[in-house]
C-alpha cells in the first residue's frame, strides 16, 4: 500500500474515530507552581515554534530535551559543525525562556524511531506532563516520537494521571482541547524562534508561527495562544496502537 492510500484508507479514518471519542472542548491549560512538565523536542526550533510562549509563561515548570544532535540541520557544515551550532541555537532559545533544565539527547538527525535505548534514559516519574509533537505531524521523526513515549510509558515508572500533551509544528492540530494564553510572552518567543538563526536563514518560519498564535487566539478570545490536544495515558496509547502498531 502506497503513502497515499495508507493516509487516506487507514491513517484519517481512525484518527476521525478517535476525535470523536474525545472531548475537543477548548479550556485554558493552567500550570501550578509544584506541576512538573517535560517538553521533547525532535529537533532543535521545535519546541519554540510549537510551544515557545508557553515555555516563557511557565519556565519553572518545564525540562526540555532536544532529541536530535542535528548532524543533518545545514548542509554547508560538517555534521560536527552543524551539531555544534543547532546545539547552541538550541541552548540559546532556552535560555531567553528562561528554562533552567535543558539538554541535547543526541540521537541522530532523521533517525529519532532508532534513539529508544537514549530515551530510555530519562526519568519520567516526577513528570504531571510530558510534550511532544503533533501525531500526525509532517516530518517522520516527529510522528516517531510518540511511538517511543508509548514505549516508554509501558517501561518506566510513572505517575497514574500523566497527560501527554501535542503540540503543533508543521502540521495544524485538528480539534485541539487546551490553549495557553501567551499574550504576554509572544514576544520572547518572537526571540526565541530568532535565536534559531541557522533555520531561520533556510526558511523564515517567525511570520507564521506569530500568526498561527494569532489565529489560535480566535477562540479563547485573547491576543495570542498556543493550542494542545491533552489526552491521558490509556487513551494516548491506544491511539498510537490504532493509528500505528
Not at 510534550?131 to 515508572?157: R, Y
Not at 536563514?201 to 489560535?216: F, K, T
Request: net charge positive; glycine share 4%; hydrophobic share 45%.
Amino acid at each position: 500500500m502506497n503513502i497515499k492510500n495508507f493516509v487516506f484508507n487507514r491513517l484519517l479514518p481512525k484518527i476521525y474515530k478517535f476525535y470523536l471519542s474525545v472531548n475537543t472542548k477548548q479550556t485554558p491549560l493552567i500550570m501550578q507552581k509544584t506541576d512538573r512538565a517535560l517538553l521533547l523536542a525532535p529537533h532543535a526550533d521545535d519546541e519554540s515554534i510549537g510551544a515557545g510562549g508557553t515555555l516563557a509563561k511557565y519556565a519553572e515548570n518545564f525540562d526540555v530535551i532536544c532529541l536530535t544532535n542535528g548532524i543533518k540541520g545545514l548542509k554547508t557544515l560538517s555534521p560536527n559543525e552543524a551539531a555544534k551550532v543547532r546545539e547552541q541555537e538550541f541552548l540559546n532559545a532556552m535560555q531567553i525562556a528562561n528554562v533552567k533544565s535543558a539538554k541535547v539527547l543526541g540521537i541522530d538527525d532523521r533517525d529519532v524511531i532508532a534513539g529508544y535505548d537514549k530515551l530510555f534514559k530519562i526519568d519520567i516519574k516526577e513528570y504531571d506532563y510530558i510534550f511532544l509533537p503533533n501525531l500526525i505531524d509532517l516530518h517522520k521523526d516527529h510522528k516517531a516520537v510518540s511511538i517511543l513515549v508509548k514505549k516508554l510509558l509501558e517501561n518506566k515508572e510513572h505517575k497514574e494521571n500523566i497527560q501527554i500533551i501535542f503540540y503543533e509544528v508543521w502540521s495544524a492540530l485538528a480539534l485541539p482541547n487546551r490553549f495557553v494564553d501567551i499574550s504576554e510572552t509572544i514576544s520572547i518567543k518572537t526571540k526565541m524562534l530568532e535565536a534559531h538563526k541557522s533555520q531561520m536563514a533556510l526558511r523564515n518560519y517567525l511570520p507564521a508561527s506569530v500568526g498561527m498564535s494569532e489565529y489560535r487566539a480566535l477562540m479563547p478570545n485573547v491576543k495570542n495562544a498556543e493550542a494542545f490536544l491533552a489526552l491521558d495515558e490509556k487513551t494516548f496509547k491506544n491511539l498510537i496502537k490504532d493509528v500505528y502498531i
